[in-house]
């Protein structure tokens, strides 16, 4: 444990209570870390591998063969991206700073660090012609953290890009923009640190690295305005990569109430998402994505198992009920007009993407499609009408009449006589 932990702890008074809610929470969180262990079976996602190699425990030999199904999976990928334009910016930081973070040598980086430079340098040239970056601000930030993670020197024009859109935040309290936020403190953050491997100089100058911090300064403001009093900063998914920016900070009041809060939601069973646990670990062992420029993977001990986890408490199943039990699905258009409704019959623990296959196998009217993510299948379109980005609109997921879901379609399950809106929506 950091003395800055126990010190904040003694200065509260907690003096007999620490010690024991501290291994508390190693307990769970070893556990989950072991739940995340266990997830590599899964194919093969580099954020994963990231929350691995930041953890205290390691597994080597199931950390080693992940490593290898990505170093193939990512050369495939980029063996088609002329034809493609695949990988996109956000998935290629994340292969590489997997690669990084298994202090993989410059050879094994080369091709894909190459890559991430072109698509960053495309995007730059796509917001000079159309004021708009070919993905979005997150990922640009997320691929900008990952080449000085690199020690790579980036130049002015794709540094600027990092800082030039203060005007889009403005209104938006939504997770988007806090994942932004905090991604955006990082890779910010990153160049103010960031100095020449071989000569104990600055990277940046003066002027570069005090622009840097100043516009850390004012998005830290903003994200402290938004930490609720349980701790949490948007909703829980989001507070885990907010809390990365709290932790590069310094901020250790406010990580420590977040991830008190995280560790609540976790216990309950909030995060059986690989995808969200990987986002989640490393802020539970006060790591953030920075900590992996300065990882030399000597030293480590492997001593974690995946864990044969018992599934965690479920309900128990009611009893079987004359009535058949529904969910009920509508989805809107543009302009809050209904243009489908139906009801599904609901049975057990079906997910909201079993729902929509139950929908579509009932009614030829209804049809949707979805594309892989590595938070799950992503919904892009319902009943011939596509979400886009040349649109800016998306299929929102709603509960009741104003409950957005925080969950994707495979993870969240609808209750019975729940009502989900499938509505298009403007972001």
Known sequence: MQPGVLLLMLCVGVLLLAPDLEANHEKAIISLNSRLLRSTTLPANPSVHIALR????????????????????????????????????GLTALYVLALRASCQGMSEKQAALSYLKKK?????????????????????????????????????????????????????????????????????????????????????????????????????????????S??????????????????????????????????????????????????????????????????????????LKQLQLKPLATARDPEPSSQPEFVYLSVKDKNFVTTYSTRVPLSNQMSLLQVLHEAKSNDTNFKFETVPTLWGPFLVSVNGVTGQDSTRTYWRLISGTDTPLIQGIQDYQPQPGEHILLQLSDY
């Open 120 to 228: 960053l340098a495309a995007e730059q040239n796509h917001t000079t012609h159309h004021q708009v970056l070919l993905s979005n601000h997150y990922q640009y930030s997320l691929g900008v953290l990952t080449l000085c993670v690199n020690n790579i020197r980036l130049d002015h024009s794709v540094l600027s890009g990092l800082m030039s859109h203060d005007h889009h935040h403005h209104n938006h309290h939504h997770h988007h923009s806090i994942d932004t936020l905090a991604m955006e403190v990082l890779a910010l953050q990153c160049v103010v640190g960031s100095k020449v491997p071989s000569r104990n100089s600055w990277m940046y100058s003066q002027d570069r690295r005090a622009k840097a911090q100043k516009a850390v300064n004012k998005l830290m403001e903003r994200m402290r305005r938004w930490q609720a």
């Open 54 to 89: 930041l953890s205290e425990h390691h597994s080597f030999h199931d950390e080693l063969s992940y490593l290898h199904r990505l170093k193939i999976d990512l050369r495939r990928k980029l063996s088609r991206s002329r034809l493609a334009n695949e990988p996109s910016t």
């Open 230 to 303: 349980s701790g949490e900063i948007g909703n829980i998914y989001s507070t885990s990569l907010a809390l990365q920016a709290f932790i590069a900070t310094g901020d250790q009041e406010r990580w420590l109430k977040g991830r008190n809060h995280l560790l609540k939601e976790a216990k309950r069973g909030a995060f059986q998402n690989p995808m969200a646990l990987s986002q989640l670990l490393p802020v539970l062992y006060q790591k953030t994505y920075l900590d992996i420029q300065q990882m030399d993977c000597r030293g480590e001990t492997g001593d």
